[in-house]
């Protein structure tokens, strides 16, 4: 079946460092990507997507790009700060887009201090 | 719009005791889900539902019951409580179809803690 697999976490940054958490899948045909946030008391939100192979969602930014050889999405920010500290959920999906049924990855929690 | 609901924020049951978890939307989204995160594990489906009336169950089910009278409306019930389903609790939603690309809508959370 599908699965999601991400980094263990817990990652500590400084401020203004490079972020990568890296996210692999095991999928049949081609699914869409997701990153979902979820910061501290809060339910999910949706940070970014991509629905094809070589496709780049962004926002915030943050970047990932859609790896279909690597079977990767990996999430990347050039400086952080410490206001992006939260748990990062990659999530895989149907093809072409659609939400309505996603299996998640265990979660990886950011922390970055001043 | 107030989006996904969820009440209570957190509660302590005792073991053998019941609750009913409620989450309501105002999106007038079909697609509504029950999740449970428990640390370092991620999110697993519980049950879902594509609209009123009709429900079905995810991952992990048992222990579990749900009803989906209204579109708005997501109940999630606990009929026997047990330590293994002390958890934090989310409910989602999504309207199907091209509107589904914008990812699924949260709730806030329940904390359950069974003893």
């Known amino acids: 079946g599908n699965s999601v697999t991400q980094m263990e976490g817990p990652v500590t940054l400084s401020e203004e460092a490079f972020l990568t958490i890296n996210c692999t899948y095991t999928?049949?045909?081609?699914?869409?990507l997701f990153w979902y946030v979820q910061y501290p008391g809060e339910g999910l939100q949706l940070l970014l997507k991509?629905?094809?192979?070589?496709d780049k969602g962004s926002n915030k930014g943050f970047e990932a790009t859609y790896r279909k050889e690597t079977t990767s999405f990996h999430l990347e920010k050039g400086s952080v700060q410490v206001s992006d500290s939260a748990v990062y959920f990659c999530?895989?999906?149907?093809?072409?887009?659609?939400?309505?049924?996603?299996?998640f990855g265990k979660g990886t929690k950011l922390t970055v201090n001043p | 719009n107030a989006g996904v609901t969820q009440t209570p924020k957190f509660r302590i049951l005792k073991i053998g005791q019941s609750m009913t978890l409620q989450c309501t939307q105002d999106?007038?989204?079909?697609?509504m889900y029950w999740y449970r995160q428990d640390p370092g594990m991620g999110l697993k489906l519980i049950y879902y539902?594509?609209?009123?009336?009709?429900?079905d169950k995810g991952e992990v089910p048992n222990g579990y019951n749900v009803s989906r009278s209204t579109t708005e409306d997501f109940p999630l019930r606990l009929e026997l409580a047990a330590p293994s389903q002390t958890s934090v609790y989310f409910c989602?939603?999504?309207?199907?179809?091209?509107?589904?690309?914008?990812?699924?809508?949260f709730g806030p959370g329940t904390r359950l803690t069974v003893l």
């Open positions: 999530a895989l999906g149907p093809a072409q887009g659609g939400s309505e049924k996603l299996v």
């Open positions: 999928a049949t045909g081609y699914p869409s």
């Open positions: 991509a629905t094809k192979a070589d």
């Open positions: 999106m007038n989204h079909n697609y």
């Open positions: 539902s594509v609209g009123a009336g009709i429900t």
């Open positions: 989602a939603s999504i309207h199907s179809g091209l509107r589904s690309l914008g990812g699924q809508f």
